[in-house]
């Protein structure tokens, strides 16, 4: 099975897919932390052929938590939003987008589920929606104690937006468990 990992450096889902037999990729403008299968690059352009896509699209100017800042950047939120809006168009069977809670759960839909890093083995919170096309909700697999909000109180310094980022291990090994039992039904069908 193809499966894309749209606006992904880190490899950290790719890799999680990958590690069980999939043919994932990561797709972003920078380089991938961790090698593998990635291309650097523009995702409207390799969006075809991929069975599965989970796309964690920029969330700077679609956060709650940036909404002070929203009617100075009306501009940079138009663009944000239509890249958002593309990658919920295209045209791969089955899709996932990621966001923090923010507009698009007004301009888009709500999403189908948010989920917790402490419900999947990380005693952080951190809300996220999941958007879902084709696609079970994600059940947890390890809830834990422990509510910190480790990706809020990350100090100012210029990767800070990369390490708030970064997917948590245990929700890309639920992913892959998970969407990828649903992907190998759906072609076994």
Aim: charged share 25%; aromatic share 8%; proline share 6%.
């Amino acid at each position: 099975m193809r499966i894309l990992i749209a606006c992904e450096f880190s490899g950290i889902v790719r890799d999680a897919f990958a590690t069980r037999g999939h043919d994932a990729w990561s797709c972003d403008l920078l380089p991938s932390e961790r090698g593998g299968k990635h291309i650097q690059g523009d995702i409207a352009k390799v969006m075809a052929d991929f069975d599965l896509m989970i796309a964690f699209p920029p969330c700077t100017h679609l956060a709650v938590s940036g909404a002070r800042w929203f009617k100075d950047k009306r501009e940079e939120q138009k663009a944000s939003i239509d890249f958002f809006l593309m990658l919920s168009e295209c045209h791969i069977h089955m899709i996932a987008l990621e966001n923090p809670i923010g507009i698009m759960s007004t301009i888009y839909r709500k999403p189908d589920q948010i989920i917790q890093p402490w419900q999947f083995g990380h005693g952080e919170v951190k809300a996220t929606c999941l958007w879902l096309k084709n696609l079970p909700k994600l059940q947890p697999t390890k809830v834990v104690e422990g509510r910190t909000a480790r990706v809020h109180r990350e100090p100012p310094g210029p990767d800070r937006w990369k390490n708030r980022s970064r997917t948590y291990i245990g929700i890309a090994e639920a992913m892959a468990d998970q969407w990828g039992a649903a992907l190998n039904q759906t072609q076994g069908e």
